[in-house]
């Protein structure tokens, strides 16, 4: 259980970073990372010392990323794989957040992420098929969401099919296949909701980016 604490530790400052590179990101810009410059880079602690309230995107990045690092840890134990595993979640909200605030999926993210993954695949012991299944299922999974983006003209971007991709090379074969399918049917059912409740209609773009991250999450985390 200390472990799980020990590694969520570790994911505080990691939430901190999701929550600086998406507010950079968009601006083009790295440094400063943070809106407030003459603040702490926790929202949590800009909180407590001021007494303002920071916007609820802060605050739910910088708890649910150590929760996520403290997960790893307490499923795999205090190990590389778990820290392997915290990382690679912690690429996966910064996803979600600058898809669901921006609609993009930033290359400047994605290309480091998924070079790491391809250099540590070799020495990844949860992927089923080793190192060659993850790169063949990565490039599987970019040639099909590319093709996907070309058919359904706008309804699924190219930043998905990197992210596909990266989703493909961090879970292996067959895991990743499960974990895009797990997005697939997530964002079905989510949509179908939406278009059900006229919060939504056949027009409307719907971020699909975090619901393959949410797929990619559960089958790391499984």
């Excluded at 990844?124 to 599987?140: E, K, V």
Aim: proline share 6%.
């Amino acid at each position: 259980m200390i472990e799980a604490f020990l590694f969520a530790g570790i994911g505080w400052p990691m939430g901190m970073l999701v929550n600086g590179l998406a507010n950079a990101l968009p601006r083009r810009r790295v440094i400063p990372l943070w809106e407030d410059r003459g603040g702490p880079p926790s929202a949590w602690i800009r909180a407590l010392r001021t007494g303002a309230c920071p916007r609820r995107r802060d605050l739910l990045v910088e708890l649910g990323v150590p929760v996520l690092w403290g997960l790893a840890a307490a499923r795999f134990g205090p190990s590389s794989r778990a820290g392997l595993i915290g990382l690679y979640l912690t690429v996966l909200v910064l996803v979600t957040v600058t898809d669901l605030e921006h609609r993009r999926i930033y290359d400047a993210v994605m290309l480091p992420a998924i070079a790491l993954a391809i250099v540590l695949a070799p020495v990844s012991p949860w992927l089923g098929a080793g190192a060659l299944g993850a790169w063949l299922t990565g490039l599987g999974a970019f040639v099909f969401f590319s093709l996907m983006a070309l058919l359904t003209r706008g309804g699924i971007g190219g930043g998905d099919a990197v992210l596909a991709a990266f989703i493909g090379l961090i879970t292996g074969f067959p895991q990743g296949l499960q974990a895009l399918a797990y997005g697939i049917f997530i964002a079905g059912g989510v949509s179908f909701l939406l278009l059900l409740t006229g919060r939504a209609t056949l027009k409307t773009a719907i971020p699909y980016g975090p619901f393959l991250a949410l797929g990619g999450a559960i089958v790391l985390l499984r």
